[in-house]
C-alpha cells in the first residue's frame, strides 16, 4: 500500500522571528488625541472603571526584573527544578496521551473554536516571556515561507484566524489550557528552547495548567525583511499560582511570584476610538485597538518598537481563575478495562502516560502499552472477544445512520449483480482516467466485485461468523502480534503511527508502512489461512465473473490491467482496527503486485471510498473529496479489485465504524520482481501454501452450484 497523504509535519504555530532586528520608528503622529476635547492625553485618559491600586507606579524606572530565561547558549543552561509531569520525544506520543493538546501539526489544540492546548517551540518575538506564572506569545498562524524558505508574516493578521479564534473563545470561558513547551535548539542530547534557561530532558514537555488573560494586537516588531505587520498576542496565567513551576532552576522558582492584588495594570481610554487599552508597555501607554487611526502610536516619536518591554504591572498582575468547570487532572490517569468495555473502544487506543518516568507512551500493541522510554513499565490490556449479537447491532445502527446510503456510485461506474455460492455479488467497473477516455482508450479500467455472504453462509458451522471468532482468539492468545507500524517520518520526533494494527503473513510486503512478514504460511495460524483459502475462491470467481461479463455485454476494457486469469495469492495482511480507526486513503500499487487485491471483512461494520486521482484528471466527481465510489462493509463481506490501474488512477480509504474490526488481505507478490535474490527466495518460501491447506480449498457454499473457476 502507498500512503497518499502529505509526509511532512511542520511546527507550525511556533515560528521563530530571528534575524537582525532593524531599527524602525513608530509611525505616524506620536500623539493621541481625542476628538471632543484637544488635550495631551499621554497616557490616555485614566480609566474610571477599573481603580489603580498596584503597588508599583505606572513609571517603574527600569529596576523591572529580567524575564527568567533569555539565554541560549547551553553552556549557561541550568537544569530544571524539577521534572516536568509529562515529556516525550516523539510528538504524536504526547499528542495520543493527553486530551488538551493533540495538534499532531499546528501549534494550537481547538475543538469547536475553543482551544485547549498550546505549543511553544521558542520565542515568536523578542518580548515573549515564560516566567513561574505568567506567558506571552503570539497568536501564532498565518505566516508564509519567506525566499529564504523561512517563515515570515506578509500582512496583518486577522481575527478571522482560527487560532485568534479559538484562544479569545478560551478566554471568554476561562477555558484551561494546558501548556507544552517543546526543543528549540539540540546539543548532543540536550534540547534548550530559548524562552528558558534550564534544559528540558525531553523535546515535548508538558508545563502546567494556564488560563488566557490578555489577548491584544501589537505592531510586530520588524522582520529579516525589514516589514512588520499587525499580530495577535496572548498572556496567559497560572491557574494554581502556588504550583511549582519545573522550568525554572532551582532556587528561581518564585522569581515573579505574585500573589492576586499585588500588581495592577492602568488602563485607559483612547480618546479616539473610546476603547479601553492596558498600558503593557514600559515605555508607555498606546492604543492597542488595531482598527482605530491611533493604534500603537505612543506619546513619544522616538520609541522604536523593536525596542519595547512589557511594564512590570502587566507581566506581575494576578487574577483570579473562574471557571465553570472544574480543573482537569494534568497528567491522565492510566485506563482501567471495566467490565462493560471491550478493550477496543477508541479511548483504549490513546497513549498513556508512564507512572514512572512520566514518558508519554503510545498504544503500539494490541496486547496493551509499554513505556516508550523504555523504563520497563508495562500495561497489559488484552481486548476481550466482541460477540457477534454486538457486531449485528453496529450493523443497524450503521445503516439507520441519517443519509447513509449502501452504495454510493458516480455515473461513469458500470455495475453488475449475480448470485454466487452463498454470496449476493456486485461488481463495479472502474472508468479509465478522462483524458485516455477522450482518447478513445478502453471504457474501464479495473473491477470492484463485493461478495456479500447470506445469512446461512455466515452463521453455519465453521462458517464466516466461526472465522471472527477464531481470529479474535489468534489476536488475543497471541498467535497473530499485530502492532501499529510508523507510517510516516520513521525514527523522528514526527513519527505517526498508522491507525490500525497490522501483521504480515506469507511473501514480504514492502510498502510506505514497515510490517515484517511474522510468519510464512507454513507457520501461519489456522484461520489466517481458512481466510486464504476464502479470498483465494472469491478472489478467483471475481476474475472469471469479470471475464464473463466483459465477455458477454462486450465490454471496452483495459486487458493489460485486467488480465483474463487469476494468480493465486502468496501474502496476507491482516489488519486490527478499534474502534474509529481508519486506514485513510492510498493505493495497492508497488510493481511487484499482481492485479487481484482481495480483502476479507470481519466484525464491525465500515466504510469503503474509491476517488479518483486528482494527477489521473479526476475532478469535480460525487461526493467529498472526489469519492467516486462508496460502500459500506458488513461482516464477512469480500472486496476484490481486479486491476493494476485502478492503483495508478484511483486510490482507496476504509473507515471503521464500530469496536472491533479485522481486514485480511491478500495479494499476489511477483518473486521475479524483487531484486535481492535472498528476499525472493524467502517470498518465495514463505508465500507457498502447504498441501493440507491446498487439499482444504474452499470453494464456495455447497448448498447451491458451486462457481466453477
Ligand atoms: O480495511 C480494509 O478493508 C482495507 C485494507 C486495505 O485497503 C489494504 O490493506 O490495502
Not at 485618559?45 to 529596576?63: E, I, Y
Not at 527568567?68 to 547551553?74: A, E, F, I, P, Y
Amino acid at each position: 500500500m502507498m500512503e497518499s497523504t502529505n509526509t511532512s509535519f511542520p511546527d507550525a504555530g511556533s515560528s521563530h522571528v530571528g534575524g537582525r532586528a532593524q531599527k524602525r520608528r513608530a509611525s505616524g503622529s506620536q500623539k493621541v488625541e481625542s476628538p471632543q476635547k484637544k488635550q495631551k492625553p499621554q497616557p490616555g485618559r485614566p480609566c474610571t472603571r477599573s481603580q489603580k491600586k498596584g503597588k508599583a507606579s505606572v513609571a517603574d524606572g527600569d529596576n523591572t526584573p529580567e524575564p527568567v530565561g533569555t539565554t541560549l547558549s547551553t553552556t549557561t543552561l541550568s537544569p530544571p527544578s524539577s521534572q516536568p509531569p509529562i515529556s516525550s520525544k516523539i510528538r504524536a506520543a504526547l499528542c495520543d496521551s493527553v486530551e488538551y493538546w493533540r495538534a499532531h501539526q499546528g501549534g494550537i489544540q481547538s475543538n469547536d473554536k475553543i482551544a485547549s492546548g498550546m505549543l511553544l517551540n521558542g520565542k515568536t518575538t523578542p518580548r515573549d516571556v515564560i516566567q513561574a506564572q505568567v506567558i506571552v506569545t503570539t497568536v501564532g498562524s498565518g505566516l508564509k515561507l519567506g525566499t529564504d524558505r523561512k517563515r515570515i508574516r506578509t500582512e496583518d493578521q486577522k481575527t478571522t484566524s482560527k487560532n485568534y479564534v479559538a484562544l479569545k473563545n478560551s478566554m471568554e470561558i476561562g477555558k484551561p489550557i494546558g501548556i507544552v513547551v517543546g526543543k528549540q535548539a539540540e546539543t548532543k542530547g540536550h534540547y534548550t528552547n530559548n524562552l528558558l534557561s534550564v534544559e528540558l530532558i525531553n523535546h515535548y514537555n508538558v508545563l502546567d495548567w494556564f488560563f488566557i488573560t490578555d489577548i491584544w494586537s501589537e505592531r510586530q516588531p520588524t522582520q529579516r525583511d525589514g516589514s512588520s505587520y499587525m499580530q495577535y498576542m496572548v498572556r496567559l496565567q497560572s491557574i494554581q499560582l502556588d504550583s511549582h513551576p519545573w522550568w525554572l532552576p532551582q532556587g528561581q522558582e518564585r522569581a515573579n511570584a505574585h500573589a492576586i492584588g499585588d500588581f495592577h495594570c492602568r488602563q485607559f481610554i483612547c480618546q479616539s476610538c473610546d476603547t479601553l487599552s492596558k498600558e503593557i508597555f514600559k515605555e508607555g501607554w498606546c492604543c492597542l485597538k488595531d482598527t482605530c487611526s491611533k493604534f500603537f502610536q505612543f506619546s513619544n516619536a522616538d520609541i522604536d518598537f523593536n525596542t519595547l518591554r512589557y511594564n512590570e504591572n502587566f507581566l506581575n498582575e494576578r487574577k483570579q481563575w473562574i471557571s465553570k468547570a472544574p480543573l482537569q487532572k494534568l497528567v491522565p490517569e492510566l485506563p482501567i478495562m471495566e467490565s462493560e468495555h471491550y478493550g477496543s473502544e477508541s479511548k483504549f487506543k490513546r497513549g498513556i502516560v508512564c507512572p514512572t518516568c512520566k514518558f508519554a507512551s503510545r498504544r503500539i500493541s494490541w496486547e496493551g502499552w509499554k513505556c516508550e522510554n523504555g523504563c520497563g513499565f508495562e500495561l497489559s490490556m488484552i481486548p476481550r472477544d466482541v460477540p457477534m449479537a454486538q457486531i449485528h447491532e453496529e450493523a443497524l445502527k450503521t445503516m439507520n445512520k441519517k443519509h447513509r446510503k449502501f452504495y454510493e456510485i458516480d455515473a461513469r461506474i458500470g455495475c453488475a449483480s449475480h448470485n454466487v455460492a452463498g454470496y449476493e455479488v456486485t461488481s463495479f467497473y472502474l472508468p479509465n482516467t478522462p483524458e485516455n477516455l477522450k482518447l478513445g482508450k478502453a471504457k474501464f479500467i479495473g473491477s470492484v466485485t463485493i461478495f456479500r455472504p447470506m445469512k446461512s453462509t455466515r452463521e453455519r458451522k465453521d462458517g464466516l461468523d466461526d472465522l471472527f471468532q477464531e481470529i479474535q482468539k489468534a489476536t488475543r492468545v497471541g498467535d497473530v502480534k499485530l502492532q501499529r507500524h510508523p507510517a510516516f517520518c520513521r525514527g523522528s520526533h514526527m513519527e505517526e503511527l498508522t491507525s490500525h494494527f497490522s501483521c504480515n503473513m506469507g511473501a514480504d510486503y514492502k510498502f510506505g508502512v514497515v510490517v515484517e512478514t511474522s510468519n510464512g504460511f507454513d507457520t501461519a495460524p489456522d484461520p489466517v489461512m481458512k481466510a486464504l483459502s476464502r479470498l483465494t475462491w472469491s478472489g478467483a470467481a471475481a476474475v472469471a465473473l469479470t471475464a464473463d461479463h466483459v465477455r458477454a455485454c462486450k465490454l471496452s476494457v483495459d486487458s493489460d490491467s485486467m488480465p483474463g486469469n487469476f494468480i493465486d495469492f502468496n501474502e496476507q495482511l491482516m489488519l486490527g482496527y478499534f474502534q474509529d480507526s481508519q486506514i485513510s486513503f492510498h493505493d495497492d500499487g508497488e510493481k511487484e503486485l499482481g492485479p487481484t487485491v482481495a480483502t476479507l471483512s470481519l466484525g464491525s461494520p465500515s466504510l469503503m471510498r474509491f476517488r479518483g486521482k486528482k494527477k489521473a484528471g479526476f475532478e469535480n466527481t460525487i461526493g467529498s473529496d472526489n469519492v467516486m465510489l462508496s460502500f459500506v462493509l458488513e461482516h464477512g463481506d469480500s472486496v476484490i479489485m481486479h486491476g493494476t490501474k485502478i492503483h495508478q488512477h484511483y486510490e482507496h480509504a476504509v473507515y471503521a465504524e464500530g469496536v472491533r474490526r479485522y481486514a485480511l488481505t491478500c495479494r499476489y507478490i511477483r518473486p521475479e520482481m524483487i531484486p535481492d535474490l535472498e528476499r525472493r527466495e524467502k517470498a518465495i518460501v514463505n508465500g507457498k501454501v502447504p498441501t493440507y491447506w491446498q487439499k482444504q480449498a474452499y470453494r464456495g457454499e455447497s448448498t447451491e452450484a458451486v462457481y466453477t473457476v
